[in-house]
Nanobody, 113 residues
Framework: QVQLVESGGGLVQPGGSLSLSCAASGFVFSSYAMRWVRQAPGKELEWIAGINGAGLTATYAESVKGRFTISKDNAKNMVYLQMNNLRPDDTAVYYC??????RGQGTQVIVSS
């Protein structure tokens, strides 16, 4: 079955960077668009970035555009999220997800001084 495992979260100071990874298995990864979503404490799930199956076309929410970069390695069944210039309001649990809504367990990102 579809399995997604996120990693790479942690505590970072404002202005810092983190790189998240997501390992996918159980489906034909190269055929599927993927996305990253996040959920901040007390808030709803928020879509932040998406990428097509081939890994060539990416889209971003306005809240992260210019700071975050999504990428996809179909040879490794991996999707990544490079996060730069992090802000305290980026604090959330981050999930990779299929378009059908299947998510992993998430990885916590805390941006704080």
């Amino acid at each position: 079955q579809v399995q997604l495992v996120e990693s790479g979260g942690g505590l970072v100071q404002p202005g810092g960077s983190l790189s998240l990874s997501c390992a996918a298995s159980g489906f034909v990864f190269s055929s599927y668009a993927m996305r990253w979503v996040r959920q901040a404490p007390g808030k709803e799930l928020e879509w932040i970035a998406g990428i097509n199956g081939a890994g060539l076309t990416a889209t971003y929410a306005e809240s992260v555009k210019g700071r975050f970069t999504i990428s996809k390695d179909n040879a490794k069944n991996m999707v990544y999220l490079q996060m730069n210039n992090l802000r305290p309001d980026d604090t959330a649990v981050y999930y990779c997800s299929t378009l059908q809504g299947t998510r992993g367990q998430g990885t916590q990102v805390i941006v704080s001084s």
